[in-house]
């Protein structure tokens, strides 16, 4: 199984964060959209990624794209 790259991460969810939700993910920077939010910043290894994607799945948010953004 590779590696995954550190680097700095997206993830589009459907919903809007509360505040609440939002301190869920303090290695995070969170954007409102339109149609919900983006949440950004540096991923240092998989563990980190797979913790980010299991907050997600248990405060019920819709994971629409999770993508590394370039250098």
């Given amino acids: 199984?590779?590696?995954?790259e550190t680097g700095r991460y997206e993830?589009?969810?459907?919903?809007?964060?509360?505040?609440t939700a939002v301190a869920t993910f303090p290695?995070?920077?969170v954007v409102d959209t339109d149609t919900g939010a983006v949440l950004f910043g540096q991923v240092r290894d998989d563990a980190e990624l797979h913790g980010i994607l299991s907050r997600l799945q248990l405060l019920g948010l819709t994971l629409l794209d999770v993508h590394r953004l370039p250098d």
């Fill in 1 to 4: 199984m590779p590696v995954m």
């Fill in 11 to 19: 993830f589009r969810v459907a919903q809007r964060l509360s505040a």
């Fill in 27 to 29: 290695e995070l920077s």
